[in-house]
């Protein structure tokens, strides 16, 4: 019987005893995030990185039906018909902060007429009305995260184009959850999936889903070698940015080893598989040991249950180099690893070994970084790696010469890359006049570029022109018509990146501001 069952009937005991439940704050709230007719794609509106996650299911008579192992992320797809989930399900969601205080939100899915929904809910992560197409976002790398899981290049971005009603900074984190449900009993894990692949050699064998044990749901991941060696051999790839050297990776599994056999996996420190060993996880009769098998290296030795579900976690701070090993979320000891990158996940059962895996998690939250893009503008490639660590820094450096007539028929490098030439030449050429018809084609001057207090603008096609001057979000935070050789008062501005925009009689132009 599995112990997730053990875990519920004990759980429905406690709540038919009329014991108090101790409920999460109201701004808690789930939410679905992405659905067809048949299955729900649930997550809560707030993640918080180090805090734990599991559901509990209810029928409406309040039976417990079923629920999940712990996860690190609050993410989980239902499925009608699957898993005892019901036209009408109720969800306890149990959130465990860092310091094991428990939580719970409370929720009603709902499915009806082919729609899935929450009865208490009045969360929504995407708001059509909010968009916006012809909003003023500025083009500058600052990205955030967005409730639906989509990294927008800014918040900008996330409001008027995505819609999106809530997001953290930085861009959202890697990761993925295989709980194995979702395919048929036998079927072949790297043959069924685009998620995982075989060891790069002929001999590499697949392995199989299994519906004969499981921590959650109906199925698992089977894997065993006879008295010789077998040649089953598995890998799952930690996504598209690898390898990862600096952030924070966790990687998470539900294991079941059988009395007297073992099991094994690595992690693998480069892309191509076979290039460098990561980590050596060795389980033989009860004993644990982390290790890298390549540098004779003894990092830890520990225990682990037998005959029953655990879960191993191992939560790799790479920009420190301190790697910690947990066993049912109890911590067995921090160490230093020599070889500080990791790119996948290998599961190759040694001789003897017979084991089952299940809810196979990975999360990689990196630490903003930035790059030149080649073009004066920064990009974050949400790895760690950027040479710059801020994107001041990367601002500051990254700009291309560029130049700005200077009023008085000369040229200036702001020093800044927003000058509206990208030439010497072509400045020259249209900055010296010596009419005034000649004078009205060329583009407005703003100087200085960044400012301070006050900003002089000269060149104006017109009269009277209208200035208007936004922010990094869209905003108008300034407006005002002025003549030629006039200024702006702009000490109420907050430091950062705007954009002026000028409107005249038959024309329009654009350009970029930065507020020191």
Known sequence: MKKIFTLLVGLLVFFNSNAQWNLCDSSFQLYITNQTISEATVSLNQNIIGNSYSYVYFDMQFNCIGGTSISSTPENLFIFGQNSILDSTILYL???????????????????????????????????????????????????????????DNDC???????????????????????????????????????????????????????????????????????????????????????????????????????????????????????????????????????NTG???????????????????????????????????????????????????????????????????????????????????????????????????????????SWDCDGQGACIDPGTGFGQYDTLSNCESDCIFTDVEDNNNKLNIIYPNPANNILYISNLKEYNTNVKIYDIKGKLVLEKNISNKEYLNISNLKKGVYQIKFKGSDWNETRKLIKK
Do not use: R
């Open 94 to 152: 149990g959130i465990t902060d860092t310091l094991g205080i428990t939580c719970y939100v409370i929720d009603t899915l709902v499915l009806n007429n082919n729609n899935w929904s929450f009865l208490n809910s009045n969360f929504s992560c995407v708001d059509s009305s909010l968009i916006d197409p012809t909003a003023a976002c500025i083009l500058i790398y600052d990205p955030v995260c967005g409730c639906n899981g989509i990294t927008y």
């Open 295 to 401: 540098s004779s290296l003894n990092y830890l030795t520990t225990t682990y249950p037998e005959q029953t579900w655990f879960e191993l976690k191992v939560v790799c701070d790479l920009t420190n180099n301190n790697w910690e090993l947990f066993i049912d979320n109890q911590s067995q000891g921090f160490f230093v690893n020599t070889v500080n990158k990791i790119a996948s996940l290998n599961l190759y059962p040694i001789i003897g070994h017979q084991f089952y895996v299940d809810d196979v998690c990975y999360n990689y939250t990196p630490i903003p970084s930035w790059d030149c893009d080649g073009q004066g503008g920064c990009i974050d490639p949400e790895n760690g790696n950027g040479i710059y660590t801020s994107l001041a820094n990367c601002e500051a450096n990254c700009f291309i010469a």
């Open 157 to 291: 971005f996330a409001e008027n184009l995505g819609g999106v009603t809530s997001w953290t900074n930085g861009p959202c984190s890697s990761s993925i959850c295989e709980n194995f449900d979702s395919y048929q009993n036998g079927d072949l894990i790297s043959a069924s999936s685009s998620d995982w692949d075989l060891w790069p050699v002929q001999t590499a064998t697949d392995a199989s889903v299994t519906n004969l044990l499981s921590s959650s749901g109906s199925n698992s991941l089977y894997l065993f070698s006879g008295p010789t060696q077998g040649t089953q051999d598995v890998i799952l790839p930690f996504g598209s940015a690898t390898p990862y050297e600096l952030g924070v990776f966790e990687f998470s599994s539900m294991f079941y080893v059988n009395t007297g056999t073992g099991a094994y996996f690595n992690f693998q420190a480069e892309n191509v598989p076979g290039t460098t060993w990561s980590l050596d996880c060795k389980m033989d009769l009860g004993i644990l040991v982390l290790e």
